[in-house]
């Protein structure tokens, strides 16, 4: 890996992937992740927080961020809070680089 996220917990063998913890902030102005926040990657999303639209905006958006398909994207925890716990059927080195790419400026 890159670094250490916080955010990021690869899942023990023989299971494969990773779970991401998120802070989302829905109704914002457009989605996108927006640094680390206790943490957690914080994610501004433009989906109001209705009927689960912020949640599948939210997994759609990851699953075309990390170029997987939407199925590769499971919300765990948090379907009514701010707070997520994401399972993301990818490699956590890969998870990882994503993350230095979207924020680069992470202590």
Do not use: F, Y
Not at 28 to 39: F, I, N, P, Q, V
Not at 60 to 75: F, K, N, Q, S
Request: charged letters at 20%.
């Amino acid at each position: 890996m890159i670094r250490d996220w916080p955010c990021l917990t690869p899942l023990a063998a023989p299971r494969t992937g990773c779970q991401l913890q998120l802070a989302v902030s829905p109704n914002a102005r457009r989605t996108a992740a927006d640094g680390l926040h206790d943490g957690c990657l914080r994610v501004r999303l433009h989906a109001p927080p209705v009927d689960g639209k912020a949640n599948a905006a939210l997994l759609a958006w990851l699953a075309g961020e990390l170029a997987l398909p939407r199925r590769a994207v499971t919300l765990l925890r948090g379907d009514s809070a701010r707070r997520k716990t994401v399972q993301v059927d990818a490699a956590a080195a890969d998870v990882a680089q994503w993350l230095a790419s979207v924020v680069p400026d992470a202590a």
